[in-house]
């Protein structure tokens, strides 16, 4: 069961994801912008920390890319989404590793058959196992924040 012991740490988090998010799509809405042209290879390179920003596997409008792969895109947005429902819905789930574990292994053939050649690489599939990680994984990071509070309420 995962119970939020810190609205206002989810708050924050939900604050630098959306900040980070809005970051990954910024050159789709400021592409003209002249002051965004002269920052962007800075903010390229804060992103590049983090993706390798292979060009053709990058999310592309008008010849614009977005800063990350479409699967890190997809990972980014899933701990979005799933941190927004969590602080609108106040949700409480039971949790276990298992949907990690399954996300992951999606995630794992749809890299491997990639890179073997199986199929031609797909950024909507990319960009759907990323989220499908990204979303499971901050359930189970989150249940892991509050491990220490689950062995207090267990020797209670």
């Known amino acids: ?7 206002k740490s989810l708050i924050l988090f939900f604050i630098f994801i959306n900040f980070w998010c ?10 003209n912008d002249s002051t965004f042209i002269i920052i962007k ?6 992103y590049s920390t983090v993706c390798h920003q292979v060009h053709e596997k990058t999310i ?13 895109a997809g990972i980014y947005f899933g701990l979005l989404i799933i941190s927004y429902f969590l602080l609108l819905f106040s949700v409480k789930l039971k949790h276990s590793f298992y949907p ?26 990319a ?7 990204g979303s499971t994984i901050f359930l189970f990071v989150l249940d892991q924040l509050n491990y220490p509070q689950k062995q207090i309420d267990y020797e209670k």
């Open 127 to 133: 960009l759907l196992t990323g989220f499908l990680l």
């Open 22 to 31: 809005f970051g990954i799509i910024s050159p789709l809405i400021f592409h």
């Open 100 to 125: 990690v574990i399954i996300s992951f292994i999606i995630l794992l053939i749809d890299v491997s058959s990639a890179a073997l050649g199986i199929y031609s690489y797909s950024k909507p599939v």
């Open 1 to 7: 069961m995962i119970k939020i012991h810190s609205k």
């Open 41 to 46: 290879p800075f903010v390229n390179q804060v």
């Open 60 to 72: 592309s409008v008008d010849g614009e890319n977005i800063f990350v792969c479409s699967r890190c």
